[in-house]
């Protein structure tokens, strides 16, 4: 089974390896998460070097169509949250493979 990285576990990262209390830990981790999703949610890009970018796309309406049924149905403009990897995670994440 995979293990997913919570907040509760950056909480522990920082209090561990920084050195500040459990709730300060917990409290500088929720401001860093406030922050990037304020600036996502203002249209902003947040990139984070060696890591990647977080950047917010618009897309056009378009037709799409019910695969199930065949019947076209109208999808909506919308924006769109997406993420694009610095080439050092996509090689830290391609050597993770290779254990």
Not at 17 to 46: F, K, Y
Not at 57 to 81: F, H, M, S, W, Y
Request: hydrophobic share 35%; no cysteine; proline share 4%.
């Amino acid at each position: 089974m995979t293990k997913t990285l919570t907040r509760m576990d950056l909480s522990e990262a920082v209090f561990r390896e920084v050195g500040l209390s459990r709730n300060e830990s917990a409290q500088l981790v929720e401001s860093v998460l406030n922050h990037m999703s304020d600036a996502l949610a203002n249209g902003q890009s947040v990139k984070i070097s060696s890591f990647g970018t977080f950047s917010v796309r618009d897309k056009a309406a378009r037709v799409g169509r019910n695969p199930k049924t065949g019947q076209e149905v109208p999808i909506l403009p919308r924006r769109v949250l997406t993420f694009r990897p610095s080439h050092l995670m996509k090689d830290r994440v391609a050597d993770g493979n290779k254990g």
